[in-house]
């Protein structure tokens, strides 16, 4: 019912940028929060960035000062700058968001983006 669209990824050099963008569309009444994980093989999936709708943001710390979230409430999005990037930011990065999917009903959703790949290589 809520689905999510992620763009963005691809293969970049060492200290290069990529932009994330994810949009969320559906029954969509509000969004409480939008986030940005990864997994990279072998690895258990981990939080990099999140961002409430009161634009309360939280990161982990290894992206701190390299990546930025932001986000757009009025079109439900939520995008991810990275900056600086390093080899071991090589991942499968998925799109987050969760919220209400009614105002009169209270029906609450949580859910994921289909993900997409950073490789990040000399």
């Known amino acids: 019912q809520v689905h999510l669209v992620e763009s963005g990824g691809g293969l970049v050099q060492p200290g290069g940028s990529l932009r994330l963008s994810c949009v969320a569309a559906g029954s969509i009444s509000s969004i409480n929060v939008m986030g940005w994980y990864r997994q990279a093989p072998g690895k258990q999936r981990e939080l990099v960035a999140s961002?409430?709708?009161?634009?309360?943001?939280n990161y982990e710390d290894s992206v701190k000062g390299r990546f930025t979230i932001s986000g757009d409430n009025a079109r439900n999005s939520v995008y991810l700058q990275m900056n600086g990037l390093k080899p071991e930011d090589t991942a499968v990065y998925y799109c987050n968001a969760a919220g209400r999917s009614s105002r009169w009903s209270g029906k609450t959703f949580d859910a994921w983006g289909q993900g997409t790949q950073v490789t990040v290589s000399s």
């Open positions: 961002i409430t709708s009161g634009g309360s943001t």
